[in-house]
């Protein structure tokens, strides 16, 4: 076949033949009387080799190597090739989520689209410093679109940084908890955390509320209790249980009986929360500082009941925790003393 028969059938322009010839990776059998090249059906199988190979993205030098040496092996090269697709897709993503921000900031000038750029240059600085002062620096200028804040805020590592982040996220006027849900279900803990974290800090953002519940099932405890926090403040009951377990466990167990005692004050939730106080007491595990921590958490519930309990935890046969019990039974009293001299008068 002559050199325009094989582009009309393989697809490959004559440009692009002629120059596989010069570079010797697929030299025609043959010329024809006039001088013209001519392919024999090998060379038209070596030409669909060829474009085979190309179509991983091997460069021509490559493909040339892959043909002529018997010892080359594939599996090195498609690792490498692997790894360079794998790099270009993560900048192609870069670019599309940069291209999107932009898009949401909704510039009405090119002023707008550079001020953008500025900012999502500044928020990839590796200065911390740097990176906050680029926020705080916008908060009082141009609004700055949700998902750019919350795209930083799911990356931000210093928590100072992520602080300023997560301030000027909620006061940006977008779907605060839509630009962050995906992070709550990401499979890396650390983005994870970040999102729940964020979205703690504005729980009464429409949908923030079942986020935050769903959250509660979250095999890290961190993650478990940004949101059992957040919910308990905001007297959400799901969350008993998980800040029953901080307390035992020890992790923020204070913010933690804080929460309880706001939970306290619904009817609904305080037999519930001092039955599970309780029964973490008599637990065989509750060594003596569990047993104090669930002091100070029955400290932060009051009333008659929890006074009565705490009486009993002062016969405890471990001093500390008798002590402890002791004096805090005693402050309650101090308390309910104190509310009915203010009824009296």
Request: proline letters at 4%.
């Amino acid at each position: 076949m002559l050199i325009g028969e094989v582009a009309r059938h393989s697809g490959v322009s004559t440009r692009m033949l002629r120059h596989y010839d010069a570079l010797g990776l697929v030299r025609p059998t043959g010329r024809t009387s006039g001088g013209y090249r001519e392919y024999s059906a090998e060379d038209v199988r070596r030409i669909f080799h060829v474009e085979s190979l190309r179509s991983l993205g091997l460069s021509l030098k490559q493909v040339a190597r892959a043909l002529e040496d018997p010892a080359f092996t594939p599996s090195a090269l498609v690792s490498d090739l692997i790894r360079c697709t794998e790099d270009r897709l993560a900048r192609e993503q870069e670019l599309l989520e940069r291209l999107r921000a932009i898009d949401a900031s909704a510039p009405t000038g090119w002023q707008g689209v550079l001020r953008t750029v500025e900012l999502m240059r500044a928020l990839n600085s590796t200065s911390a410093a740097r990176r906050q002062q680029a926020v705080l620096a916008r908060s009082e200028g141009a609004s700055v679109p949700a998902e750019l804040l919350a795209a930083a805020v799911l990356a931000e590592s210093d928590p100072h940084v992520a602080g300023a982040l997560s301030w000027a996220l909620a006061r940006s006027g977008g779907d605060v908890v839509a630009a962050l849900e995906a992070g709550a279900h990401a499979r890396d803990v650390d983005i994870r955390r970040r999102a729940v974290r964020a979205i703690a800090e504005t729980p009464e953002a429409p949908g923030a509320t079942a986020v935050l519940a769903d959250a509660l099932g979250d095999p890290d405890p961190t993650v478990r209790g940004h949101a059992a926090l957040a919910l308990g403040r905001h007297g959400v009951a799901a969350a008993v249980p998980t800040l029953v377990a901080m307390v035992v466990e020890g992790s923020h167990d204070v913010d933690a009986s804080e929460a309880l005692g706001t939970l306290f004050q619904d009817p609904g939730c305080a037999d519930r929360i001092t039955t599970a106080l309780v029964d973490e007491l008599a637990a065989p595990t509750a060594d003596s500082a569990t047993r104090i921590r669930l002091a100070q958490a029955f400290l932060e519930l009051g009333g008659t009941t929890v006074r009565e309990i705490l009486h009993q935890l002062a016969q405890d046969d471990d001093r500390a925790v008798a002590f402890v019990a002791s004096a805090f039974a005693g402050v309650l009293e101090e308390r309910s003393c104190e509310d009915r001299a203010d009824q009296d008068s």
